[in-house]
């Protein structure tokens, strides 16, 4: 059975820093990526990777996507958070190398971790 587990997340004060990890289980993938969610808000891109990496425009330079085969893992590294950084941050996981910043290519997600930035 596939599980994608979250952690790391939490309340941090604007310029903070944060990692989030995403702890998958039962196989592994190609590609593994990070979305967030605010209220009232679609879902959206944040950064995915497969054999390089890719960024939302909003989080390039900040933010910084890792994994480790060994464990299965994949790293969120969050540095100068921004209030509207504020959202519910969820792992995904998928098979297909293409359209990494699309929710529609990935097959598995974790329950979200909430992530709050302050003034």
């Known amino acids: 059975q596939v599980q994608l587990v979250e952690s790391g997340g939490g309340l941090v004060q604007a310029l903070g820093s944060l990692r989030l990890s995403c702890a998958a289980s039962?196989?592994?993938?190609?590609?593994m990526g990070w979305f967030r969610q605010a209220p009232g808000t679609d879902r959206e891109f944040v950064a995915a990777?497969?054999?390089?990496?890719y960024y939302a425009d909003t989080v390039q330079g900040r933010f910084t996507i890792s994994r480790d085969h060994a464990k299965n893992t994949v790293y969120l590294q969050m540095t100068s958070l921004k209030p509207e950084d504020t959202a519910v941050y969820y792992c995904?996981?998928?098979?297909?190398?293409?359209?990494?910043?699309?929710?529609?290519?990935?097959?598995?997600w974790g329950q979200g971790t909430q992530v709050t930035v302050s003034t």
């Open positions: 995904a996981a998928g098979t297909v190398y293409s359209d990494t910043n699309h929710t529609g290519n990935y097959d598995y």
């Open positions: 039962g196989r592994t993938f190609n590609v």
């Open positions: 990777i497969t054999w390089r990496t």
